[in-house]
């Protein structure tokens, strides 16, 4: 019998990601593939690991440059920039530790979440394949995708005429200004996203073939979104909640596991909400 594939998940160090990325790492496992899940040193000491009781799923950390923990009053667009600059230096170090185990079998392919479309190229550098696990909704993947597709201009210059802008894109009901995510509004302050969106579709549109996306939803929610992009096969994985909230058949997985705020060195979940509306608290509308 062949042995089982050993895959690499590497999620962005916020609970919207890990969370789901760890149901997603939990199937693959049960589907005979061994994973090890990854993301930086400070998101990484909170996860509760559920591998003493899912052999197969193992945890590795790495620095983004703030080891200790992530402040929610750090500038968002100086953070991105240096997660990226020490991300790609020390997960390239990650991967190639594992691979150089001979008591190890190497990683054979990369998933990777939203925000961090740099995994890709470090899996390019390495000659390892990667697949985008998209964890929002498919319509939002299209609306980004088109944006950089030829509507970027007309996006730009009508949106600021919010309550009478309409756009018209494939397989999607007519949007209005409010059904757009808040970055393309001018109000929007954050630099860093719209630029990573658009690393994000770079990096799919540069893969040699048909890319393949694994996106949060499910066919009988969004069936015409799924195929509304031509250049990529998007397949729907989801939703990625925890068994015991969806099919049952493992009544004991109930916990999210990616709780950031619980430990005594983290903003406790009163402070967080008292920022609401600050700039700070944006990462976690992703």
Not at 21 to 39: K, M, N, P, S, Y
Not at 153 to 158: A, E, H, M, P, T
Request: charged letters at 20%.
């Amino acid at each position: 019998m062949a042995e089982s594939p050993h895959v690499l998940l590497v999620s962005f160090p916020s609970q919207g990601h890990i969370n789901p990325a760890l149901q997603f790492a939990i199937r693959l496992v049960h589907a005979g593939v061994q994973v090890t899940f990854a993301t930086t040193f400070s998101a990484h000491k909170n996860v509760s690991k559920p591998q003493n009781t899912l052999p197969g799923l193992s945890f590795v950390g790495f620095s983004d440059g703030y080891d200790e923990a992530f402040s929610l009053g750090v500038n968002l667009d100086i953070y991105m920039s240096v997660f990226k600059h020490h991300g790609m230096k020390n997960l390239k170090q990650v991967i190639l530790n594992i691979n150089n185990d001979k008591e190890s079998r190497p990683i054979t392919r990369v998933f990777y979440c939203n925000l961090i479309p740099w995994v890709a190229l470090v899996g390019r550098e390495l000659h390892i394949p990667s697949t985008l696990l998209w964890n929002q909704a498919a319509a939002v993947l299209d609306i980004y995708y088109y944006n950089f597709h030829g509507y970027e201009g007309f996006i730009r210059d009508n949106i600021v005429n919010e309550d009478s802008f309409s756009l018209r894109l494939p397989r999607l009901p007519p949007l209005s200004g409010r059904d757009l995510p808040p970055f393309f509004l001018p109000s929007n302050v954050h630099e860093y996203v719209l630029p990573t969106w658009k690393a994000h579709v770079e990096v799919l549109d540069e893969e040699e073939t048909k890319p393949i996306v694994l996106v949060n939803t499910f066919d009988a929610l969004e069936t015409e979104a799924l195929k509304s992009i031509e250049n990529y096969t998007l397949i729907g994985v989801g939703p990625l909640i925890p068994s015991a909230f969806l099919e049952g058949k493992d009544p004991s997985d109930h916990s999210l596991r990616g709780d950031l705020f619980k430990s005594s060195e983290s903003k406790n979940y009163t402070d967080w909400l008292n920022l609401k509306g600050s700039k700070s608290d944006a990462i976690g509308t992703f």
